[in-house]
């Protein structure tokens, strides 16, 4: 049997605000740190260690990442950074106000762009200053890479191939594995783990920072998941 360890970061300064962040780097807020600590002590408690990790390019889950493994004193461990773990890109919708949006287009098609996983957001356009080819971190990305929007759908297409090209051989390798990431890229991910259907999607909503383990079989087939306390 294997275990591996999947975590959304902590509280962010936007996630208090109640903002659409997608790929707008910004940090942990005080809460947000303190539920990382709280994270990487719960894992202390049970005994856990890490031989790799891996994390989105956005700080708010490299520095819940850190916070943890410095918890476990692991901060030496391998750790890889990838844009396929990034956020869901929010397009449009980077930096508005949940609350705001709903008032002015109305709770029901903010929610579809929440959660319906084939509706996409607004989109942007490349003279967007919030265009991610304007950002150094994704200069080696092909343009047809670089998002404008993102559903849920174009999420799991860009995690599913890390997934199994680089976290699926580490963990066949028997390596302890732990993925430091986001609420969007963590449900693509969770939808292919449970085998979930769009609507089952839809209703799942991810904790801020509490360990979420899943055991899977040699076949890397869900045995069962559960959140660490
Ligand atoms: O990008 C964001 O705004 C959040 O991290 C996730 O937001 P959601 O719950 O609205 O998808």
């Known amino acids: 049997m294997k275990k591996i360890v999947l975590i959304r970061h902590g509280q962010s300064l936007w996630n208090l605000e109640n903002r659409f962040t997608g790929w707008t780097d910004v940090d942990l807020s005080e809460s947000g740190y303190l539920e990382a600590k709280k994270a990487g002590e719960i894992l ?28 476990l004193d692991h901060l030496w461990i391998p750790e890889q950074k990838t844009w396929h773990l990034n956020e869901r890109f929010y397009g449009a919708l980077q930096g508005l106000n949940k609350q705001e949006t709903a008032d002015k287009f109305g709770l029901e098609q903010v ?40 559903n849920l759908s174009d999420t799991i297409a860009r995690v599913l191939p890390f997934w199994n090209e680089a976290i ?22 969770i939808k292919y783990l449970d085998n979930l259907t769009n609507e089952e999607v839809t209703a799942l909503e991810i904790p801020t920072g509490i360990p979420l383990v899943y055991e899977l079989d040699d076949n890397l087939q869900k045995i069962r998941h559960y959140y660490l306390e």
């Open 168 to 189: 699926v051989p580490a963990i066949s390798k028997n390596e302890k594995v732990i993925i430091s990431a986001h609420g969007n890229s963590l449900r693509a991910l």
């Open 44 to 71: 202390k408690k049970h005994d856990y260690n890490f031989d790799i990790a891996f994390t989105s390019l956005l700080k708010r889950a490299i520095k819940t990442l850190h916070i943890v493994l410095e918890e």
């Open 111 to 150: 929610n579809k762009w929440r959660r319906d996983p084939d509706e996409e957001p607004p989109a942007i356009t490349k003279e967007d200053p919030r265009y991610p080819g304007n950002d150094l971190r994704y200069q080696s990305l092909k343009l047809e890479n670089l998002p404008l929007t993102e």
